[in-house]
C-alpha cells in the first residue's frame, strides 16, 4: 500500500491544475500546515470520498452531508493534539459548494 506522501504526489501530478490551484493558495498565505493553526482555532479539514490505499487511514463522517470519507494517519494525529477544539471535516463534493456560496456571496456584496 502506498504512503501519504505517495498518494499526494500521484494525485497532484494526475491534476496539474488542482496542483496549480493549491500552489497559488500557499503563495497567498490562504493555506498552510497544521503546525500553523493555533490548537483551540476552529478548524475544517477537507477528505476525500476514496480510500486511496493509504495504510492506518481511518473512516470519519463528513459534518455536512454525513458520507463517509478517509483521514490520514497523519491527519489522526494532528486531531489528537487539538482536544476540545471545534473541528469540521468535510467531504470535496461539500467543501466545492462552501467555495461556490462563498463567491456567490462575494459578488453580490
Known sequence: MPSE??????????????????????????IGTFAEIPPDEPLTLVAAVEHYG?????????????????ISPSTQEMLKGRGAAPTAIICVPCFRQTIKERREEERTQ
Open 5 to 30: 506522501t505517495e498518494v499526494i504526489r500521484a494525485a497532484l501530478k494526475g491534476n496539474p491544475e488542482t496542483h496549480a490551484k493549491l500552489r497559488k493558495l500557499a503563495q497567498e498565505g490562504k
Open 54 to 70: 493509504i495504510v492506518g487511514a481511518k473512516k470519519v463522517t463528513c459534518t455536512t452531508c454525513a458520507i463517509g470519507v478517509w
